[in-house]
């Protein structure tokens, strides 16, 4: 029998560079690989119109998100207001087949009665009030960090409408838990984040840098990676290289009195995946343990050694992939100890059998089980 299945997108899902997206379009493209057929529903504000979409859906509709600022004044989120669309309300109408949410920004019409006899699916990304607390908590300026709270408190408060799904889909066992905790009548699974990788495919050798790479404009990759300079990458003699989209002119002065740290800014995907394939060590810490951290699955899959903080595994179950430090003397003294060492073949073999859990394939048979 063919399968059909809506989804509704937050964002344009290509080009798949940041987190979010990069679920979603690399879960498209197995699901199209595996014969499923996709009708995209995209909430377009930047992005635009991507033809790569229409390789892998039957069908690509393109929503505006609605910004304006009557919307941040509504009870329900404003990354939930902004979504809402009769047009997407129509098309979902339009046959019987399940439809996944990707996201809470997405699930406006969870409850709506005009999809009552419907299989809906939310897939999770992150606990968002916990996220939105956490940006708060990261922001300096004033007017941001009163936003980022009284989002959080409004996506607490919408979160109750996931009652209304018929199963959820979650990307770490720390949110599982979480949810199934508040919805314990819920059907609640564990399904880790599809990424772009097939196959384990890391250098033997050793590289001679230290990588940090990220999106430069995210508030809690700005304040990483402040602490990271300030705290461990301006200790050592190593090379350092930061690499990643839009680096403010905050970040050059960070690191101007250090010559052997390096910002590259904006890098192509080829180039920031020759970075990651020839760095010697990467270096990821995060101070919030939110959802998981899809840049640790590119390094994991593509990288030699990783050393990180607890919060960059939470609910992950990677740590035996990972060399774990918490504070800046641990990481300094790990960078130390790694640095001349070879990546072998057997270090190899043993990270593949460590990600077997996030493989592609069969996540995809999972999740297409339940449609």
Same mark, same amino acid.
């Given at each position: ?56 859906? $039957?069908?690509? #509709? +393109?929503?505006?998100?609605?910004? %304006?600022?009557? &919307?941040? @004044?509504?009870?329900?989120? !404003? *990354? ?47 606990? $968002?009030?916990? #996220? +939105?607390?956490?940006?708060?908590? %990261?922001?300096? &300026?004033? @007017?941001?960090?009163?936003? !980022? *709270? ?222």
């Amino acid at each position: 029998m063919e399968k059909h299945l809506h989804i509704i997108s937050f964002d344009v899902p290509y080009p798949a560079n940041y987190g979010g997206v990069i679920d979603v379009f690399y879960k498209l493209k197995n699901l199209h690989k595996a014969g499923v057929k996709i009708i995209l529903h995209c909430f377009e504000y930047v992005r635009g119109y991507q033809k790569e979409l229409e390789k892998y859906c $039957e069908t690509v #509709y +393109y929503y505006k998100r609605n910004t %304006s600022f009557l &919307n941040q @004044l509504s009870a329900t989120p !404003f *990354i939930v207001k902004s979504r809402v669309s009769g047009e997407l309300m129509n098309n979902l109408l339009k046959d019987g087949y399940p439809i996944l949410f990707e996201g809470l920004h997405t699930c406006y019409y969870m409850n709506d009665k005009r999809l009552a006899n419907r299989k809906k699916i939310y897939r999770e990304s992150n606990i $968002e009030h916990h #996220y +939105y607390f956490h940006l708060a908590h %990261s922001e300096t &300026n004033f @007017l941001k960090k009163l936003y !980022f *709270i009284i989002e959080a408190k409004k996506l607490f408060s919408f979160q109750k409408q996931l009652v209304y799904a018929d199963l959820m889909l979650v990307v770490s066992t720390e949110d599982t838990a979480y949810l199934k905790s508040v919805f314990p009548e819920s059907e609640i699974k564990y399904l880790p984040s599809f990424h772009a990788f097939d196959d384990v495919k890391i250098k033997e050798g050793k590289g001679n840098y230290i990588l940090y790479h990220g999106n430069l404009q995210v508030a809690e990759n700005m304040k990483a990676l402040e602490y990271l300079i300030k705290n461990v990458f301006s200790k050592i003699n190593h090379q350092v290289i930061i690499a990643g989209l839009n680096p403010s002119q905050e970040i050059y002065n960070w690191v101007k009195d250090y010559s052997h740290i390096k910002v590259i800014a904006n890098p192509t995907d080829t180039e920031m995946q020759t970075l990651v394939e020839n760095a010697q060590i990467h270096c990821l810490y995060t101070h919030q343990a939110t959802g998981l951290k899809l840049k640790l699955l590119n390094v994991l899959y593509s990288g030699r050694f990783c050393i990180c903080n607890e919060d960059m595994l939470a609910g992950t179950n990677l740590e035996e992939a990972c060399i774990i430090k918490n504070s800046p003397q641990e990481m300094i003294e790990g960078i130390n100890n790694t640095f001349q060492k070879e990546f072998t073949q057997e270090m190899i073999n043993l990270r593949i059998q460590t990600l077997q859990a996030f493989d592609n394939k069969a996540k995809t048979q999972q999740l297409i089980s339940y449609l």
